[in-house]
Structure formats: C-alpha cells, structure tokens
C-alpha cells in the first residue's frame, strides 16, 4: 500500500468522516449548555478552529446566526460550501485564533475537538482565550473541550477508529510518540488509511501539540483572568453529569464564563 506524508487537515472530506459520527451528540450538549448555563438568551454562536463546519450548520439549523474562523483555507471552503448547500451564508472565514476578534459579539463560543492543543506555548493559548473573551458579550459562555494529561494514572496515548460515507472506508491511528512534560509538547503521529472500490493508500500526518495537566490550564486561566470555570463534563456530552476534576481528569469539556 502506497504511503503519503500529508495533513488530515488538508483533506478537509476525510477529516469530517472521521469525526463526524458524535457532531449531533456535541450539538445537543452545547444547546443544553446555553439553556443550563447562559446569562441570557443565545443567539449569535462563534466559533475559533470550525473546520468543516461540521457542528456550524447543524446549528445553524436550529436557527442560530454562526461564524466561524479557521487558519486551513481548504477546511473554510469545504464548510462554507457545506453552509451553501443548506441554504445558509458563508459564514467561515481564514484567520487565526489566537488574534481574530470577532464582530458583532457573540452569545457564545465553543471548540470541542482538542484544537485548543494546537496552539503550543503559553503566549499562544493565553492570546487565544483574550481573543475569544474580546469576541463574546458579558458573561458569555466558551465551551472548551480537550484531553488533559493525569498525574495519577498512565494516560491513554492512543486511539484508533474507523469511519464511513458511502464507498469511502477509514481507518485511523492517532497516537502520541513522545510526550515531554518539561517543554509540554507532545509530539503526535496520524495515520489514515484510505479506501474505495478503486483505489487503497494511507495519508500519514505528525504535528506537535501541546499538553496539559489540570493545573497547567487552572493556571492559564488564572494568568489571562478572562474566564471562570462554570461547569466541567466529560467527553461524554452528558449534560446531565458533570464531572469533579481531580488528578485522574482525562478528557474535558470546561464550560468557561467570561468575567
């Protein structure tokens, strides 16, 4: 089988089939999230790293107003013309996270797939989270999901799944090579293999991200002094079990408050 070095994030239809299977889950968690959590009513949804908008239009449907940014243009063309295809605007631009400001402000904002972690130092997580504070009304809500590293217990390094959409099969490896807790980079490996009933190859994709424990992400929140933690769940999406974080915590979803 023949092997490609390329990003997932460039092929913005095989991103969307392997994590498209939980988008209707997400949604219904951050629906609820509004109704549980928010100051007022929810109107206007941002949304920093969409993607392939593949959580956009299903809010959209339920008659929200969304925006979302992403620095891959090809991810931003697969979800606008997807926002198209369901009668909506194009609502996706390329910008990057860690500096766009997002006018007029919005009700809410939310990031559930751990591209959070892409940003790899501190001043880079710590713009992000003032540039999505600057982009949301008082007291609006930021719904942030990503794993974090237990100090307690061996984590997990290593998923596997596999997805399909008609004649396309995936079958996808995402492991962490090597994590350095010092730096508090994790250096991490994507293998997908690809096939259909005329062709059979594997893209393989690595990237740094960066990890961290649960008192690394207290303390960046105390630094930039923009959000409160309102709530915490798992990546179960149950808003009818939050979770109690402690040493052991894995992979969360922070509802944050803007103060």
């Known amino acids: ?107 809410a904002a939310f990031n559930t797939i751990s591209s959070f972690c892409h940003l790899t130092t501190d001043e880079q997580a710590a713009s992000h989270l003032n540039s999505v504070a600057d982009s949301l009304k008082k007291s609006g809500l930021y719904i942030l999901a990503f794993h974090l590293v237990p100090t307690c217990k061996p984590e997990c390094d290593h998923d ?46 690595s990237f740094p991200m960066r990890n961290y424990t649960l008192q690394n992400f207290t303390s960046l929140l105390e630094t930039t002094n923009r959000f409160q933690i309102e709530e915490t769940f798992t990546f179960q999406f149950d808003i009818n079990e939050p979770t109690r974080l402690d040493e052991q915590s894995e992979d969360v979803v922070f509802v944050l408050r803007k103060k």
């Open 160 to 205: 596997s799944w596999s997805a399909q959409r008609g004649s396309l099969r995936l079958f996808a490896n995402l492991s962490t090579t090597n994590r350095n807790l010092k730096t508090r980079i994790d250096d991490i490996e994507f293998n997908v293999t690809v096939r259909t009933p005329n062709k059979q190859f594997e893209l393989h994709d």
């Open 1 to 107: 089988m023949k092997t490609f070095s390329a990003s997932i994030y460039d092929h913005p239809k095989y991103y969307d089939t392997l994590y498209f299977a939980n988008s209707a889950l997400e949604v219904n968690f951050l629906v609820a999230c509004f109704e549980r959590y928010a100051s007022g009513s929810v109107r206007r949804l941002f949304e920093p790293a969409c993607g392939t908008g593949r959580l956009l239009w299903r809010v959209a449907k339920l008659g929200y107003d969304i925006h979302g940014i992403d620095l891959n243009p090809q991810a931003v063309a697969y979800c606008n013309k997807r926002l198209r295809s369901h009668g909506f605007p194009e609502t996706a631009i390329v910008a990057d996270m860690t500096t766009y400001r997002h006018k007029p402000l919005a009700d």
